[in-house]
């Protein structure tokens, strides 16, 4: 049994590797860097960096939707503060949809126990039916 083979405290996942983040100006030196290899040195320099080539695709889209800027953030930073009345307002509206998804499933919860009760007293008003002519016979 090797040490792998051993639970972690960690979880089952622990031995994974963790997955890379790279900064905003690391990704627009690689896209630039990218963009000015000649084609035959593009494979090498992806090679060397341990990337694929849809990760450029996807930061030169970030570059230029200017999401990527050399000050080192990815986003921008706009994040509106909500006031209390909004958060509150958030708030109700969530609250609300989950109250009528808790409806919605009592309401088919009634329909399934209705449709429930008329099987019985289907079955009950055969078995009666059957118990009638069957002493009828005997009879």
């Known amino acids: 049994m090797t040490s ?4 972690s405290d960690d979880g089952p996942r622990a031995d994974r590797p963790k997955r890379r983040t790279f900064s905003a100006a690391y990704k627009l030196r690689v896209v630039e860097d990218y ?6 040195e593009k494979g090498a320099l992806l090679r060397r960096e341990g990337l694929y080539e849809s990760s450029i695709s996807l930061w030169r889209r970030q570059r230029d939707a200017g999401q990527l800027t050399a ?5 921008p930073t706009t994040k509106k503060e909500k ?3 909004q958060a509150e307002l958030e708030q109700l509206r969530k609250e609300k949809a989950r109250l009528e998804r808790q409806n919605a ?3 088919r919860k009634v ?4 449709v429930a009760l008329d099987i019985m007293g289907k ?3 055969l078995l009666e039916t059957m118990s009638e002519s069957a002493d009828t016979e005997n009879s």
């Not at 963009?35 to 035959?40: I, Q, V, Y």
């Not at 329909?111 to 209705?114: H, R, V």
Request: net charge negative.
């Open 4 to 7: 792998h083979d051993l639970p």
């Open 35 to 40: 963009d000015a290899a000649p084609s035959g």
């Open 71 to 75: 000050s080192g953030t990815d986003r």
């Open 83 to 85: 006031s209390p009345e």
């Open 105 to 107: 499933a009592m309401a």
């Open 111 to 114: 329909k399934q126990t209705e």
């Open 123 to 125: 079955g009950f008003a």
